[in-house]
């Protein structure tokens, strides 16, 4: 007997331990819809409050997913008719330039805009970005400028790229995810900028962009069964991809061709050459 | 059982001996002597009833049989002790912790089980067989079984090794002690150990504790092999009580803990490899009416193994590299006499849990850490029913026996899981797989005549490292060897013989063994994947092959030419290929021992020799070469001295007497096999 309700707990107990946990499903509240953003900055123009957010604490150099909000300062209310648009400049000793960004659209909350900005380098004391921002609304136009700052990311890895390809054309190529990379199959997506003068950027369709991560750490370990980069219409990006082994540092080795074949940048990865000339940076 | 009972000695002898027995000890220490091999004489027990299995038993514990002049290196490893058996040889990756293979086949082909617990190895690169985890202080024998003959505890395409705790089992001995230790020469190895039991009709407990430690070995020119030092430390104890007159309830608990082991082969040492083995069982008599011998047991294990390379002088990258394999599992037997048959019926389970994982820090110090898993958490669920039947046919004997399991497996860590799909995007996380074995063994004996004869099928599921093995390096080929998810079940036809011819004082017997094994699983390279390794030439996946085939034959000779003197003899030959015909790796060549046995009374001497052809047939894939030809010579002494009702043993030898420097086919990489040795053995025993 004794026997048998030890054997009933032991198995009692080893159920106990494979079963599952429940989650709970809590409530759901009214909620603020940028719980979980940070206000990069608020920028007071027009009686108005122009909010910032990023999903990261500050803007960096790279893709950069960016909300905005504009508030009344007279009844703290925010506008939901507003269209905006934006302009990026880089203020440079001897220049200006701007950078690749997207057209700024209404989400899901009609008091959230949002838009994304490829900025290819940080501001220091002298050379800075400005921002300026035009928007309508209850039939008004505003504008403003300001001052922003943009920094290199806090791991120093190199997730934009603007370059000159072999058809003297000057390009920006700029990582957009995995933003937050995972050991297995990522997807990864990445956008490509033709530079067409100093203020204006378009969108390259049907290029590719040839992918090989590797881990110089590693003796320069490469993962299998990646995907190349193609461009998807839809989304105007360039989506593969990207298979992490283990977690640590790895060099997204990158290989851009034109529709015809003809390689614009980077070289493949061979045992005399580490690396390719076009890369990303990832760590995690 | 077997065990053999607690022998009345003649003691009136002990003390006329004593008087001869110190200059004889002196004179065998001049000579210098016994030998390993002699040390691991098989000792082939037959069935009191029917002998019908082609079982090896290797006798351990001298102790409680008061047997030890079969013994002679009494306190020698475990390993020692395997690698007496004609079928098992054994894969050394340094001095400690050596891999049993049987019939030329490694673990995952195997059934290693002690008392019949399932225990799996928690190193990725095996360096913690699990006839690690245990020591001789906490066994009596070994049984061996070929094939599918040893599918009695669990589905194996090689066999099976069950090593057999020691236990008083409700002798009528009382309290009996012993305390006993050795000192190698070569490797200053120290073994201190001890063991109390006490054991009466209704109740036993042994107990015993042995701590091992040995600095590194020199090979035949003196040359010291680095990183083959090794600690170790091991308890155990064994309880059993009658409940009531006919119902027994046991326990058992093993402790055992290595550390600062080297593995002068691998890449890696290791700093820890640890395990806490337990058991609960029941016994009675009859169940159900008809039905005897009704035995169950609980049992739970757990091991950690940390492999460290922190002490090596120079490594491209450091790494931790830790693992753990937990089992949980039962099993319930009893047998039923009826008529010309006896049956056994053994019902069995087991769920293992196996994570291993490694942390690689590179010499970029501003870079984080590198972290993958290399085995992702899998859980196996097995679950069997094993029926054997004795048929006496007038004459001539048959066993039949089948084993029908179904395996449960599923990847728990999402991480592991996820890494498995970047080679096996379409992978489940769950796996079902059935498996079975059914054997039949023929005895039939015109004496002086036998004749064994046996055909079999059986299939095993692959192993954790071959179904999900994540960049496990192997640094005998120099690859790192990715599991998969979609292998088939490597299955196994099997048909042995065994012919021999049993006078007085001769005995000779050959046998032979054939393997065929469809869907046969190997690593093969794939050119396409590159090596996560530094310094790795590249990726081997595991896949099954169409089949490959093995054999094994041997011819092994006794004679006693006088009553204490006895010679023995024993010469085996293996082949084994793949479905293209190339050669499978770890096959060994032509091998044979031969020795010279002597024993009277108190006094036992042993002068052995072994060794090995070239090996011819060899596989460079797999990082072989041509092993050249090897012979070595040992010699042991033994004396009993009987103190009133105590005694006392004392064991001499030398092995490798001339310092030869060789390698076995066996042998990681051609490590250097220990050269002369000496050793001394004292036990002390008392009543």
């Not at chain 2, 906490?138 to 090689?158: D, V």
């Not at chain 2, 190895?189 to 009709?201: H, L, T, W």
């Not at chain 2, 430690?213 to 155990?236: L, T």
């Not at chain 2, 108190?602 to 011819?616: C, V």
Request: glycine share 8%; charged share 20%; with cysteine.
């Amino acid at each position: 007997m004794r026997i048998i309700k030890l054997a009933a707990i032991v198995l009692i107990l080893s159920i106990g331990s494979i079963s599952c946990s429940s989650d709970d499903d809590t409530p759901q509240i009214e909620k603020d819809p940028m719980d979980g953003f940070n206000l990069v900055t608020g920028i007071n123009a027009n009686g108005h409050t122009v909010e910032l957010y990023s999903e990261i604490d500050g803007f960096i150099t790279g893709y950069n997913e960016i909300y905005i909000r504009i508030k009344d300062n007279v009844d703290n209310s925010y506008f939901t008719d507003a269209e905006i648009t934006w302009m990026p400049v880089m203020h440079m000793m001897g220049m200006s330039h701007s950078c690749p960004r997207s057209a700024v659209t209404l989400t899901d909350d009609d008091t959230v805009f949002k838009g994304f900005i490829i900025f290819q380098m940080a501001g220091t004391e002298e050379e800075y970005w400005e921002l300026a921002l035009d928007y309508r609304t209850g039939g008004q136009d505003y504008s403003l400028t300001e001052r922003i700052a943009v920094k290199t990311p806090i791991d120093q890895k190199q997730q934009v790229v603007s370059f000159m390809g072999n058809d003297d054309v000057r390009y920006v190529l700029a990582l957009v995810g995995p933003q937050e990379p995972e050991v297995g199959v990522n997807d990864m997506q990445a956008l490509l900028y033709r530079m067409e003068n100093m203020m204006d950027f378009s969108v390259v369709a049907d290029y590719k962009i040839g992918l090989d991560p590797r881990m110089p750490g590693m003796g320069n370990h490469s993962s299998p069964n990646n995907k190349d980069l193609t461009y998807d219409a839809n989304s105007t990006s360039y989506n593969g991809k990207l298979n992490l082994s283990m977690t640590g540092y790895w060099k997204l080795n990158l290989k851009l061709s034109n529709s015809t074949g003809e390689v614009l940048k980077g070289e493949d990865v061979t045992e005399e050459r580490e690396a390719s000339s076009l890369f990303f940076e990832l760590e995690f | 059982m077997k065990i053999v009972d607690n022998v009345q000695w003649a003691r009136s002898l002990s003390v006329a001996w004593v008087k001869y027995a110190l200059p004889m000890v002196l004179l065998s220490v001049i000579m210098g002597c016994p030998d390993r091999s002699m040390a691991q004489e098989p000792v082939l027990l037959q069935d009191s009833i029917i002998t019908i299995d082609l079982d090896e038993v290797i006798m351990i514990s001298a102790r409680k049989a008061l047997d030890h002049h079969r013994q002679p290196k009494p306190l020698s490893s475990l390993d020692e002790y395997l690698e007496s058996s004609r079928k098992v040889d054994m894969v050394k990756r340094g001095a400690y912790a050596w891999e049993p293979t049987l019939n030329n086949m490694f673990s995952e082909r195997l059934s290693v089980t002690i008392d019949g617990m399932r225990i799996f190895g928690a190193c990725t690169d095996k360096m913690d067989p699990i006839t690690s985890y245990v020591d001789v202080s906490n066994l009596s024998k070994a049984h061996i079984s070929s094939g599918q003959q040893g599918a009695e505890h669990g589905s194996t395409i090689g066999g099976a090794i069950d090593l057999e705790l020691d236990k008083s089992n409700f002798k009528e001995t009382g309290i009996r002690g012993a305390v006993e230790s050795a000192y190698e020469s070569n490797n200053q190895m120290a073994v201190v150990g001890g063991e109390v039991n006490y054991s009466d009709p209704g109740f036993y407990l042994d107990t015993d504790i042995i701590y091992r430690h040995a600095e590194n070995y020199k090979s035949g020119n003196g040359q010291e092999v680095q990183f083959s030092q090794f600690q170790k430390f091991n308890a155990s104890a064994n309880l059993g009580y009658k409940i009531k007159d006919d119902k027994v309830l046991t326990a058992s608990f093993i402790f055992d803990e290595a550390r600062d082991v080297g593995y002068p082969a691998l890449t890696m040492d290791v700093s820890l490899a640890r395990a806490i083995i337990a058991s609960v069982g029941f016994e009675q008599p009859t169940l159900l009416g008809s039905l005897t011998n009704w035995k169950s047991k609980l049992y739970f294990n757990t091991i950690t193994h940390v492999m460290d390379d922190t002490k090596r002088p120079e490594v491209p990258i450091h790494m931790d590299m830790p693992g753990w394999s937990d089992t949980y599992g039962f099993f319930s037997e009893a047998r039923l006499i009826t008529g010309a048959h006896r049956f056994l019926f053994k019902l069995d389970g087991y769920y293992n849990r196996s994570l291993a994982e490694m942390t690689m820090y590179p010499n970029a110090t501003d870079q984080l850490p590198m972290f993958m898993l290399t085995w992702p958490d899998v859980r196996t669920a097995n679950g069997g029913i094993y029926v054997m039947d004795v048929l006496d046919l007038k004459g001539s004997s048959l066993k039949l026996a089948t084993r029908l399991a179904l395996q449960g497996q599923y990847v728990a860590d999402e991480l592991g899981l996820n890494s498995l799909k970047i080679f096996y995007p379409e992978m489940e996380r769950s796996k079902t797989r059935f498996l079975k074995s059914i054997s039949g063994q023929w005895h039939k004996m015109w004496m002086p005549w036998h004749l064994n004869a046996g055909i079999s099928y059986g299939d095993r599921a692959p192993s954790v490292t071959e179904g999900f093995g994540f960049y496990l390096f192997n640094s005998f080929d120099n690859h790192d060897y990715v599991g998969n998810p979609d292998l088939k079940n490597e299955k196994s036809i099997e048909a042995n013989a065994k012919l021999t011819l049993e006078r007085p004082k001769f005995k000779i017997g050959a046998e032979a063994n054939y393997f065929h094994m469809p869907h046969y699983i190997i690593g093969a390279v794939d050119p396409l994947l590159s090596a996560m390794t530094i310094g790795a030439e590249g990726v081997k996946v595991y896949r099954n092959l169409e089949y490959a085939q093995l054999f094994n034959t041997s011819l092994d000779v006794e004679y006693r030419m006088a009553p204490a003197l006895k010679w023995t003899g024993l010469i085996t030959y293996h082949r084994g290929t793949d479905d293209r015909g190339e050669n499978l790796p770890f096959i060994a060549p032509i091998s044979y021992r031969s020795g010279f046995q002597y024993h009277k009374n108190t006094f036992s001497g042993a002068i052995q020799m072994s060794g090995a052809a070239e090996q011819l047939n060899y596989n460079p894939d797999f990082g072989e070469d041509r092993t050249p030809a090897y012979t070595i010579f040992s010699v042991s002494a033994g004396k009993t001295f009987y103190l009133d009702t105590d005694s006392l043993i004392a064991k001499v030898g030398a092995e490798n007497i001339f310092d030869r420097t060789y390698s076995t086919y066996t042998d990681w990489k051609n490590i250097p096999r220990m050269g002369r040795n000496f050793f001394l053995t004292l036990s002390y025993s008392f009543n």
